[in-house]
């Protein structure tokens, strides 16, 4: 069957990944068609979370320039959108966690972000609600919140005579064109994968694994919690080893909701709550804010972010599938990064130079890092 083109670009997933790039692309001056089918998105299953970590250089300096980008639009963007930069407290139980404190502020500090640290009476003082004998904090400044849902969809809704959307469940992905359900074949320019972890679906040779995590949000109550509150212990908890985990993540959202993280399970794809791990996870949170367990909690649910091995989004060109572009395996960084994802996708698709700030680390983005040359007879 003859595909009918349809737009210069079609951008398979509606989340805030394709969004961002949706919206980039077409402020470029070209037409994008995103094909959405409604599945359950990692962007309506994050913290919403806007924040710098420095796991790798490369990971610290997309994250600095997307935050950066965040805080440019920011006045741009509807109320719904929920957007504070309201920073983040990474809290240290003891020695080892403070001395990971210093060592996180003298990276962040050298990449030039606002950041500072504090005693155990300093941050009993600007966040009385934690309990007490914490040895301390990192403060990041710069880091905000976000109703990633709302955001997608004003990215989406911004440029109307550029972008398209369309309700359609793609099956299968060649190139530049995709089969829809339905049996239609649909071509443009280019084609960009950006649906999380169901990328695999339509291209199995990427490495991605899901990793389901679990979130919890409270009723309405007045404000108690400034910052978003992290753990230092986040960093061996929740991003080292294969088993399942818990870390302390909470922040107060505009409404006086608190939001409250995280888990996660490997390869775990059942959609359902596992009552076990919520438990887990909750008694953590109360380890850290102890009146946590008298306020009522009124809706939890899972998601699945997409990981990489190394961490990094893939970001480029399909080396084996000329017109197939990537924009996945971001994690728990979807959000965050969003934004400088679009921007170094658009460079890469229109052949223009990436910025200047990811430059230094375009190999640490692109797929060919996982997914071998294509070989041409």
């Known amino acids: 069957m003859i595909a009918g083109r349809v737009a210069d670009v079609i951008v398979i997933g509606g989340g805030i990944v394709g969004a961002a790039c949706a919206d980039e692309l077409a402020s470029q001056g070209l037409n994008v068609c995103v094909l959405d089918c409604q599945r359950p998105a990692a ?35 509807p109320d719904d959108c929920a957007m504070r930069t309201n920073g983040t407290l990474w809290l240290a ?26 005693s155990g009476a300093a941050l009993a003082e600007v966040e009385p609600s934690l309990r007490p004998g914490l040895l301390g904090a990192l403060k990041v400044s710069g880091d905000g919140i976000l109703y990633a849902p709302n955001a997608a ?10 972008v398209r959307q369309r309700q359609a469940e793609v099956v299968a992905v060649e190139g530049n064109r995709v089969r829809l359900a339905d049996g239609q074949w649909l071509q443009a320019d280019a084609v960009l994968l950006a649906n999380g972890i169901y990328a695999k679906d339509l291209c199995p ?59 996660r399970q490997f390869d775990n794809h059942d959609p359902a709550i596992d009552a076990a791990m919520l438990g887990r996870m909750l008694r953590r949170a109360m380890d850290f804010l102890p009146d946590l367990g008298h306020l009522n909690g009124i809706r939890s649910w899972t998601g699945f972010r997409s990981a990489s091995p190394d961490g990094q989004p893939l970001v480029g060109e399909h080396p084996q599938q000329p017109g197939l572009w990537l924009a996945v395996g971001h994690e728990g960084l979807g959000v965050t990064t969003a934004t400088g994802t679009a921007k170094l996708l658009a460079a890469q698709l229109l052949r223009t130079s990436p910025p200047a700030e990811l430059q230094p680390h375009l190999h640490a983005y692109l797929p060919q890092r996982f997914i071998g040359a294509h070989v041409h007879a």
């Open 43 to 77: 962007t309506a299953a994050g913290m919403g979370h806007l924040v710098v970590l420095d796991h790798s250089p490369a990971e610290l300096a997309l994250g600095e320039y997307s935050v950066r980008l965040w805080r440019e639009l920011a006045a741009h963007l």
């Open 93 to 118: 139980c003891n020695e080892p966690e403070m001395a990971e404190a210093e060592r996180k502020q003298q990276a962040l500090s050298a990449f030039g972000l606002g950041c500072e640290l504090i």
């Open 153 to 162: 969809r004003w990215l989406l809704q911004r440029q109307p005579g550029r």
């Open 205 to 263: 040779d990427l490495p991605l694994q899901a990793k389901k995590g679990h979130l919890l949000i409270t009723d309405r109550y007045p404000a108690q919690i400034s910052h978003t509150l992290v753990e230092l212990g986040y960093i061996t908890n929740a991003h080292k080893g294969d088993g399942p985990s818990v870390a302390f993540n909470l922040q107060q959202r505009p409404t006086g909701q608190l939001f409250v993280g995280s888990s």
